[in-house]
């Protein structure tokens, strides 16, 4: 797939009249074989000709290269106390600090990999012009997914230091420094660092700039392609051993895959799903509610039909002791009795229809007797109580009888016939 190089050569300053910036950049693309489509330099206006929204390999970050210039980034080696990484980055800061003359705050701070005990290599930028290049590419609709020092790609070692030339400069790297000079202090330059090996790259020393080298270090020269210095660049990134100064906040955004966006579905669904799962057990949970209210409800209909005469519960608790009291139970009881006072409650409950109303039942354990009293229509219905449970092996005593205006006010005793 190919790739979009871009070379930053200024500042991005904003047009007076707002449309716009004022930026001088050299571009390239190149291809995925490694040949270039074509390159050049050009202002703010052409960069847009070249930056086409529409075209999909632009869409990926990772299409997209940009070299800063080394007049406008610091490199610095930090020597920060910490334990951990974590301590160390977060100290970083004020270990960087006394390399800058203004306020660190101001500053973004891009940093290589973080070892204990080891300095920290980092490349300091003012946010205010770091912000700017940024706003720039993405007002292009480029959106890139490294800024990289041009002096980090060149070659470079302990012992080795490059040379850039580009027209009237060059640009000198080292491991812990880079700086781009005029060609009249470039002697003076490299006798301050202490290397052994020395690589010009696009252009040679001359025999009076080798003359003056103390240490006598090796020269050696490595041509430029007709593709130019950012060619050279673009060739160097995938050894090179650089820091993406695209960190922290200016992180790039990378671009959603086909997958994504599927899985992006599927987790809508799922979420969907889970809403419709969650309003089913919120209904739900109101239908149970409103169940429990209402049997609620017909448990003390039912006691205040079965005893009218009496004061009505308040509460669901008093209902169930109330209704355990009438019909003989302290709520333990369990074994034969127990079967037998469920025993002659039922049998009398399927006699007894609609022939009357029981005003109250009591259960004797030691007689297994079931007392009922209780309202009749008449007393012919008595006798037809009396016949029906006898039929069933259930005797009933009469213990008393009394004719109301409302019916006949009936006492009974049922026990099993022995």
């Given at each position: 797939m190919?790739?979009l190089f871009?070379r ?7 047009l007076?009249d707002g449309?716009?910036y004022?930026l001088?950049v ?5 291809e ?9 330099v050009?202002d703010y206006?052409?960069?847009?000709d ?5 075209v999909?390999w632009l869409?990926?970050?990772g ?5 800063l ?5 610091l ?7 910490g334990?951990?990484?974590a301590?160390?980055?977060r100290?970083l800061p004020?270990?960087a600090?006394?390399f800058v ?5 101001q500053m ?7 070892k204990?005990?080891?300095p920290?290599l ?6 205010e012009?770091?912000?700017?290049w940024?706003d720039?590419?993405?007002s292009l ?5 490294a800024?990289i ?6 070659p470079?070692?302990?012992?080795t230091?490059s040379?850039l030339f580009?027209?009237?400069?060059a640009?000198?790297a ?5 700086a781009?000079i005029d ?8 006798n301050t660092l ?9 252009g040679?020393?001359s025999?009076?700039e080798?003359g003056?080298l103390?240490n ?9 392609s007709d593709s ?8 160097r990134?995938?050894d090179a051993?650089?820091?993406?100064l695209?960190q922290e906040?200016y992180?790039a955004a ?7 966006g ?7 669904l ?7 799962a969650f309003?089913?057990?919120?209904v739900?949970?109101?239908w ?5 209210d209402r049997l609620?409800?017909?448990?003390f209909?039912l006691?205040?039909?079965a005893f ?6 308040r509460t669901?608790d ?8 009438k019909?003989g ?6 074994g034969a009795?127990?079967s037998t ?7 009398f409950?399927?006699?007894i ?7 109250s039942?009591?259960y004797t ?8 009293e209780l309202?009749l229509?008449s ?9 029906k449970l006898?039929?069933e092996g259930?005797e009933?005593?009469v213990v ?9 006010r009936?006492r009974?005793?049922?026990?099993y016939?022995?």
């Amino acid at each position: 797939m190919p790739r979009l190089f871009i070379r930053v050569l200024s500042e991005a300053n904003v047009l007076p009249d707002g449309e716009g910036y004022e930026l001088g950049v050299e571009w390239l693309i190149r291809e995925a074989d490694g040949s270039v489509r074509g390159g050049g330099v050009t202002d703010y206006r052409g960069l847009a000709d070249i930056a086409d929204p529409n075209v999909d390999w632009l869409g990926d970050p990772g299409n997209t290269v940009v070299f800063l210039p080394s007049q406008f980034v610091l490199v610095v080696n930090c020597e920060v106390p910490g334990r951990s990484a974590a301590q160390i980055r977060r100290a970083l800061p004020f270990a960087a600090e006394e390399f800058v003359a203004t306020d660190i705050e101001q500053m973004h701070i891009a940093h290589g990999a973080i070892k204990p005990g080891t300095p920290v290599l980092c490349n300091i930028v003012a946010h205010e012009v770091m912000q700017n290049w940024l706003d720039c590419f993405k007002s292009l609709g480029v959106n890139p997914g490294a800024f990289i020092l041009d002096a980090a790609v060149l070659p470079r070692d302990e012992s080795t230091a490059s040379v850039l030339f580009d027209g009237n400069t060059a640009l000198v790297a080292s491991m812990a420094e880079a700086a781009t000079i005029d060609r009249g202090n470039l002697v003076f330059a490299l006798n301050t660092l202490d290397v052994e090996h020395i690589v010009t790259i696009n252009g040679e020393l001359s025999d009076i700039e080798r003359g003056q080298l103390e240490n006598n270090p090796e020269v050696e020269f490595v041509a430029v392609s007709d593709s130019g210095v950012l060619n050279f660049l673009a060739e160097r990134v995938p050894d090179a051993n650089y820091i993406n100064l695209l960190q922290e906040r200016y992180q790039a955004a990378r671009p959603q895959s086909a997958n994504a966006g599927r899985w992006r579905a599927v987790g809508a669904l799922a979420a969907i799903w889970v809403v419709v799962a969650f309003l089913g057990m919120v209904v739900q949970g109101f239908w149970a509610s409103a169940e429990a209210d209402r049997l609620e409800a017909e448990s003390f209909a039912l006691y205040k039909e079965a005893f009218p005469r009496e004061s009505q519960p308040r509460t669901l608790d008093q209902l169930r002791r109330r209704m355990r009291a009438k019909l003989g139970q302290s709520g333990t009881g369990d074994g034969a009795d127990s079967s037998t006072f469920v025993g002659l409650t039922a049998q009398f409950a399927n006699v007894i229809d609609d022939a009357g109303i029981v005003d109250s039942l009591s259960y004797t354990e030691q007689r297994q007797e079931l007392t009922v009293e209780l309202m009749l229509k008449s007393y012919a219905d008595l006798d037809v109580i009396k016949e029906k449970l006898a039929g069933e092996g259930v005797e009933v005593e009469v213990v008393s009888a009394e004719q109301e205006e409302s019916g006949a006010r009936s006492r009974l005793r049922v026990r099993y016939a022995s």
